[in-house]
């Protein structure tokens, strides 16, 4: 199964494309799209729009896995990240594609075990569930591979 996991945002959405074979984890591809803050908010969510369709016209997914807005700790980007969120389901949709839906929190406990967990525990156990040593040092990416993670765990 290919797994596309989502870090939504309207500046950077991190993305991970994650083979499950045997239940074995293979990081096929990651990354991010970034949009220019000189840019109006429709234009970059044209662009979001237009290479989240790229990558699945890429790599196919089977399922995708993105993570849900649950709270927000800065009030003048929950707007924009639920715009771009809204975009990108739009777009999975519109090709049919399950998905899977975690807060941080949830990707948190199943990735960790424990539910607050800090960014650098999240990265090593990422690392041990993929087999890969020399992940993105961009959050979006790694928890867009996080969040692929969830998804592997909770739909097969």
Do not use: H, W
């Not at 994650?18 to 908010?41: H, V, Y």
């Not at 790229?54 to 980007?77: G, H, M, R, V």
């Amino acid at each position: 199964m290919r797994i596309l996991g989502i870090d939504p945002g309207l500046a950077i959405v991190g993305y991970s494309v994650l083979d499950i074979e045997n239940e074995i984890n293979t990081l096929t591809a990651s990354g991010s799209i970034r949009t220019e803050k000189d840019k109006t908010d429709a234009q970059r969510l044209l662009e979001i729009e237009t290479d989240m369709q790229t990558l699945i016209d890429i790599y196919k997914p089977d399922a995708a896995s993105i993570e849900k807005l649950f709270y927000f700790k800065n009030q003048k980007t929950i707007i924009p990240v639920a715009e771009a969120r809204g975009v990108i389901l739009s777009v999975l949709e519109k090709n049919k594609i399950p998905i899977g839906e975690y807060t941080p929190i949830e990707v948190k406990q199943m990735i960790t075990g424990y539910g607050r967990a800090k960014k650098n525990e999240v990265a090593k156990a990422v690392e041990m569930s993929i087999n890969y040593k020399k992940l993105s040092k961009l959050d979006d990416t790694l928890d867009s591979i996080a969040i692929a993670l969830c998804y592997s765990r909770t739909k097969m």
